[in-house]
C-alpha cells in the first residue's frame, strides 16, 4: 500500500522560502502523476500543484511563480520550493495524487506557518 511522507515544514517569515519533500513508497512511482495540497484552519484541502511522471507541471493562481514542484524518479521523492511566502500560505502541506480526495489515506502532512 502507498505511503507519503512529507517534511520540510516550518515557521518562515512573509517574504522566506520553505523546501518541503515527500519520500512515496510507490514501486511504480514514475508512472504517477504527483501533487502537493494544502488545508488551512478553518478551510477546505486545495490542490497547489502538480506534476507529470514526466515533469510536466501546473499550479493554482495562488501560488504561479512563487511555488516549484519537482520529483525525482530515482528517489521517489516530490519537492515544493517556496519562495516569497505570504501569511496565507500557512496551511498543513500534503503529497498525494492530484484526485486524491477527503476518503483517500492522506500522510500526516508537514505544517507551513508564514509569520512575523
Known amino acids: 500500500q502507498v505511503r507519503f511522507v512529507e517534511s520540510g515544514g516550518g515557521l518562515v517569515q512573509p517574504g522566506g522560502s520553505l523546501r518541503l519533500s515527500c519520500a512515496v513508497s510507490?514501486?511504480?512511482?514514475?508512472?504517477?502523476?504527483m501533487a502537493w495540497h494544502r488545508q488551512a484552519p478553518g478551510k477546505q484541502r486545495e490542490l497547489v500543484a502538480a506534476i507529470t511522471g514526466d515533469g510536466i507541471t501546473n499550479y493554482a493562481d495562488s501560488v504561479k511563480g512563487r511555488f516549484t514542484i519537482s520529483r525525482d524518479n530515482a528517489k521517489k521523492t516530490v519537492a515544493l520550493q517556496m519562495n516569497r511566502l505570504k501569511p496565507e500560505d500557512t496551511a498543513v502541506y500534503y503529497c498525494n495524487y492530484p484526485g486524491a480526495t477527503q476518503t483517500s489515506y492522506w500522510g500526516q502532512g508537514t505544517q507551513v506557518t508564514v509569520s512575523s
Open positions: 510507490e514501486s511504480m512511482f514514475s508512472f504517477f502523476r
